[in-house]
């Protein structure tokens, strides 16, 4: 079975600072990655996804992720964060099985507060 | 802009009540997913269909919960008997898939389940 691994529960960082959220996953095949974001009270949104091709993938609100297939990882980065980043982020994956892509596995999750 | 529905949004109730969840999923696509939030559990995939057929619901409980889609234009989540600890956010997906497509879940803004 798959698993999604988020290595930091919570995250407290100052605006303008560097961001790097881990994500491991553990499944041998072909997988589909992605990491959504939930702000408070809101449902969940996309903010990038990997399916194939280059490995760092560029998403909404200047987030970007890199694939690393050898280390099973995902990790989410944004160089300077803002006060409105605040929110909850979850990296998700899934697995392509033909007649398309079954349902998400997320990880637990990375409770990111951003001080003012 | 297309978007998943779902209600109602917030529903308490008493224990050993039925509770019917709602969700009309983006016109066109051909998959619906249910997942439930709690805070212990985070994320969990509850079931899915695909052109309305159900394609996996091991991660429900089968004794309670079942999972329909009367059309393509509404599924229904029901739980009988709803007990305490069923409590959660419930959310609804869509997403478009098929033997050459890369898809996207799309997620509703949830319904908010109290069972006291």
């Known amino acids: 079975a798959q698993s999604v691994s988020q290595h930091n529960h919570h995250v407290i960082l100052s605006e303008a600072a560097s961001l790097e959220l881990g994500c491991n996953y553990s499944y041998g095949g072909t997988v589909n990655l992605f990491w959504y974001v939930q702000y408070p009270g809101q449902h969940l949104q996309l903010l990038l996804k990997?399916?194939?091709?280059?490995?760092l993938v560029k998403g909404i609100k200047g987030f970007e992720a890199e694939f690393i297939k050898s280390k099973f990882s995902f990790n989410l980065r944004k160089p300077s964060v803002q006060w409105s980043d605040t929110a909850e982020y979850f990296c998700a994956v899934n697995e392509y099985s033909g007649g398309g892509a079954d349902g998400l596995t997320f990880g637990k999750g990375t409770h990111l507060i951003i001080q003012p | 802009d297309a978007r998943v529905t779902q209600t109602p949004r917030h529903k308490v109730t008493e224990m050993g009540q039925e509770v019917t969840m709602r969700c009309q999923p983006i016109?066109?696509?051909?998959?619906v997913f249910w997942y439930r939030q709690t805070m212990m559990q985070g994320l969990e995939l509850l079931a899915y269909?695909?052109?309305?057929?159900?394609?996996?619901d091991s991660g429900m409980p089968k004794d309670r919960f079942s999972a329909e889609m009367p059309d393509a234009t509404l599924a229904t989540l029901k739980i009988q008997p709803s007990e305490p600890r069923d409590s959660a956010v419930y959310f609804c997906?869509?997403?478009?898939?098929?033997?050459?497509?890369?898809?996207?879940?799309?997620f509703g803004p949830g319904t908010r389940l109290t069972v006291l």
């Open positions: 016109l066109g696509h051909n998959t």
């Open positions: 997906a869509s997403g478009s898939s098929g033997a050459s497509s890369t898809d996207t879940q799309y």
């Open positions: 990997y399916f194939s091709g280059d490995p």
């Open positions: 269909f695909r052109n309305r057929a159900p394609l996996d």
